[in-house]
């Protein structure tokens, strides 16, 4: 009986040696798949798609379970041409092995939020595309040692963010809808966990 508490005692104190908070932080390159629909009275519509590059920065606050589970909130933020852009949700993450070298594989879900000013447009008018974000990234992670780790990898999100604007431009009443499809995000950072 005795052998058997003492197996119990040091699982239990290896699983809170695993378990923990920690804090990340990631630099990166994110692109959105964007989509433009126009339509103008009197003349007709039309629709485009594009896509918007820039960099990101991500800032993570989450805790480990155990040596393979872990979940976080995240807030990042994106450089568009003539706006701002940002992104802020929760995530969950797997990590595969026992080593010091894991690749891991999540889910994220979220909100997101971009605005322009780099649009002609009627005077007063802004773009401010909204809406939910959610998707899976995947990745290696690193352990440094018990406290510091290193990971790069990919996050890809489908959004739902979209805006619309109507109003006079020239002479012709109009109305534009901008969507983002997609979010694409490339990164590396680290992480330290307390």
């Known amino acids: 009986m005795k052998k058997i508490a003492l197996v119990v005692l040091l699982a239990s104190g290896l699983m809170a040696a695993n378990s923990g908070f920690y804090v990340g932080a990631d630099v990166g390159n994110t692109a959105y798949d964007m989509k433009t629909s126009v339509t103008i009275t009197g003349v007709g519509s039309d629709s485009a798609s594009g896509d918007d590059d820039g960099g990101s920065q991500t800032l993570k606050v989450g805790y480990y379970f155990d040596k393979n589970n872990r979940a976080s909130a ?52 802004s773009i401010d595309v909204k809406g939910m974000v959610f998707g899976a990234q995947f990745g290696v992670n690193y352990a440094l040692n018990e406290n510091f780790s290193l990971e790069a990898g990919y996050r890809y999100m489908k959004s739902n963010m979209e805006d619309t604007i109507s109003g006079v431009y020239s002479g012709y009443d109009y109305s534009a809808k901008l969507e983002i499809e997609t979010i694409k995000n490339w990164f590396f950072g680290v992480n330290y966990k307390f």
């Open 74 to 125: 995240f807030y990042q933020n994106i450089n568009v041409d003539n706006g701002d852009a940002k992104t802020y949700g929760i995530g969950y993450d797997y990590l595969i092995g026992d080593n010091a070298f894991k690749p891991f594989i999540g889910v994220l879900a979220g909100y997101g939020s971009s605005s322009s000013d780099g649009y002609d447009l009627a005077e007063g008018q």
